[in-house]
């Protein structure tokens, strides 16, 4: 039988890029993605490879949430929670960050993640595993980042915690690192991120964490190759 995963945030980027990667080996997935036309785009190219469901939808929304989990059916192998958002851009010092934008920031980065996976254990096997994706703006303090920083290190102590509360299965924070994505660029509005790795570059770790035998924890992509 098909492994199954849930990819969120799946039709561009580092979404995009697992989920062809998972497609390629037949995995069954469920993906999601705000927009529609992207989302509706990427399904398609992935059909051709394996069974594709493709729900539009924010994760800051229960019903979506209740959605995905449900689409994905008795047994889920993997949960990859890939969406995010940056906040707003440029990004604001911490003396000048409206509350309420942050909120939403908290909601989708940290919080939509946890209510994900409380969703998704009950169909969670032994050996299944749990990616939340991070960032190094979780444990490093860079000007005008702490907004993001705070959902992101939030996100990785809800993970540090599961997995010592969940020791039957694989919870992973990954950090793949600077990236040429459209939430990098937004970072830097104005600036050539052109000399960025691609996502792909990150997707070999990626699948080390959701087929290999690594423990819990944290892991950047280079750690993941230094090992491999």
Same mark, same amino acid.
């Given at each position: ?18 989920? @062809? ?41 229960? @019903? ?10 008795? @047994? ?89 509360? @969940? ?62």
């Amino acid at each position: 039988m098909a492994s199954t995963a849930i990819i969120t945030g799946a039709s561009r980027g580092l979404g995009l890029a697992l989920a @062809r990667a998972l497609a390629a080996r037949q995995w069954r997935l469920v993906i999601d993605a705000r927009g529609a036309d992207a989302l509706e785009a990427a399904r398609r190219e992935l059909a051709a490879h394996a069974d594709v469901t493709a729900l539009v939808g924010d994760v800051a929304d229960e @019903r979506h949430r209740r959605a995905l989990v449900t689409a994905a059916g008795e @047994r889920i192998d993997a949960l990859v929670n890939n969406a995010s958002i940056l906040g707003p851009s440029p990004q604001p010092t911490l003396d000048a960050y409206p509350l309420d934008v942050l909120e939403d920031v908290l909601k989708v980065n940290a919080l939509a993640p946890l209510r994900l996976i409380q969703l998704a254990l009950p169909a969670m096997p032994d050996g299944a595993r749990i990616v939340n994706v991070t960032s190094d703006a979780a444990v490093e303090a860079y000007e005008g980042w702490g907004g993001y920083g705070a959902s992101k290190a939030a996100l990785e102590q809800l993970t540090n915690v599961l997995g010592a509360e @969940r020791p039957n299965l694989g919870v992973y924070a990954f950090d793949p690192g600077d990236m040429n994505t459209a939430l990098h660029q937004a970072a830097f509005p104005g600036e050539d991120i052109s000399d960025r790795p691609p996502p792909e570059d990150s997707v070999p770790a990626l699948l080390s964490l959701l087929t290999g035998d690594l423990p819990s924890g944290r892991y950047g992509d280079a750690d993941i190759k230094v090992g491999a």
